[in-house]
């Protein structure tokens, strides 16, 4: 069996969605068993904003912010 290769990119605007997708299907186009996830945080934040749902961003000591 193969090692699957998960792959997480996070949804905020500076991520390069295509740049992204480009590599992964490289890697898929190789052989290698690919898993996609992908953030939404620009999209959960958008519509919180539009319905009026207050956003708490909680931040650890190494810097990680989540909402």
Same mark, same amino acid.
Request: glycine residues 14%; charged residues 20%.
């Given at each position: ?8 990119? =996070? $949804?905020? /605007?500076?991520?390069?969605?295509? %740049?992204?997708?480009?590599? +992964? ?13 992908? =953030? $939404?945080? /620009?999209?959960?934040?958008?519509? %919180?904003?539009?319905?009026? +749902? ?14």
């Amino acid at each position: 069996m193969r090692d699957i290769l998960v792959v997480k990119c =996070g $949804g905020n /605007a500076a991520v390069r969605s295509q %740049a992204i997708c480009a590599d +992964v299907a490289a890697v898929h186009r190789g052989g290698r068993p690919v898993i996609l996830a992908h =953030g $939404g945080s /620009a999209d959960i934040d958008g519509l %919180a904003e539009r319905l009026g +749902v207050p956003s708490r961003r909680l931040v650890a000591p190494d810097g990680v912010s989540t909402r």
